[in-house]
C-alpha cells in the first residue's frame, strides 16, 4: 500500500482564492512527522510545514495550514490568498518514528498547482 | 546561515562511468539524505547519514553508495552509470536529533544528472 497518496491531478486557482491540496497517509507507527514541500519548476524544494502527529493543534506558517485529520489520516494543506508564485509542485511527505530515529521521508507523486490572474 | 549546498549542479556522464555528487549540510547540521527524482518514480529515498554513520538505506542497488565526512559534508558514488540513472539528485540535512519534536529537512538545489 501507498504511504503517502495525493490523487488530485493538476489544480487551478484564481490569483487571491484559497486553494486545498490533499494528502492522505498510512502507517502503523504512532509516532510520525508529516511535511509539506514546494517545487518550482528550478528544482530545489522548499519546506512550508510540518505537523507531527502528537501535536493538538493544526500548524499554519504565514499562508498555509495544514488540515490535520488524525482518525482519517488526512493532511490537507490549504493555502489562502493564493499569489502567481505559487504555481509549482507541491509535495507531501511523511517521517516515521520520532524524531531522531531517521530521516528518512516517504514522498507523495506530487500535485501541479496553477495560479491564474 | 547558509543553506544546503550541492555540487555540481549539472552534469553530464556516458555508460558504464561512474560519478560522484557532493553535498554540504547546513552548520551544525549532521544528518544528510539523499534522494533521487525522476518523472516516472517520483522522489524516492537512497540512504541517510547521521554522524559519519550510514544511518537508514534505500531500495537501491549497491551501485549507489555514499559516505560522510567529519565536518558532515557527504558524498554519493554511482558506479558503472545506467540510462536509467538520469535524475535529479537531492540532499537534505536537518539536525538529526532525537525527540519527539519538530525535525525540518532542509533540501539543496539538487544536481541533475543526465546519462548519455
Known amino acids: 500500500a501507498q504511504k503517502i497518496t495525493q490523487t488530485q491531478p493538476g489544480m487551478f486557482v484564481q490569483e487571491k482564492e484559497a486553494v486545498t491540496l490533499d494528502c492522505t497517509y498510512d502507517t502503523s507507527d504512532p509516532s510520525y512527522g508529516l511535511f509539506w514541500y514546494k517545487q518550482p519548476s528550478s528544482g530545489e524544494m522548499i519546506f512550508l510545514i510540518y505537523q507531527g502527529s502528537y501535536d493538538q493543534q493544526n500548524a499554519t506558517e504565514g499562508r498555509y495550514s495544514l488540515n490535520f485529520q488524525k482518525a482519517r489520516k488526512s493532511a490537507n494543506l490549504v493555502i489562502s490568498a493564493s499569489q502567481l508564485g505559487d504555481s509549482a509542485m507541491y509535495f507531501c511527505a511523511m517521517r516515521e518514528g520520532g524524531a531522531g530515529a531517521n530521516s528518512k521521508l516517504t514522498f507523495g507523486k506530487g500535485i501541479t498547482l496553477s495560479v491564474r490572474p | 546561515k547558509a543553506g544546503v549546498t550541492q555540487t555540481p549542479r549539472y552534469l553530464i556522464k556516458t555508460r558504464g562511468q561512474q560519478v560522484t555528487l557532493s553535498c554540504s549540510p547546513i552548520s551544525g547540521h549532521r544528518s544528510v539524505s539523499w534522494y533521487q527524482q525522476t518523472p516516472g518514480q517520483g522522489l524516492q529515498f537512497l540512504f541517510e547519514?547521521?554522524?559519519?554513520?550510514?544511518?537508514n538505506k534505500g531500495n537501491f542497488p549497491g551501485r549507489f553508495s555514499g559516505r560522510q565526512f567529519s565536518n558532515s559534508r557527504s558524498e554519493m558514488n554511482v558506479s558503472t552509470l545506467e540510462l536509467g540513472d538520469s535524475a535529479l539528485y537531492l540532499c537534505?540535512?536537518?539536525?538529526?536529533?532525537?525527540?519527539?519534536?519538530?525535525?525540518?529537512?532542509?533540501f539543496g538545489p539538487g544536481t541533475r544528472l543526465t546519462v548519455l
Open positions: 537534505a540535512s536537518s539536525s538529526g536529533a532525537g525527540g519527539l519534536s519538530y525535525n525540518e529537512q532542509f
Open positions: 547519514y547521521f554522524s559519519e554513520t550510514q544511518r
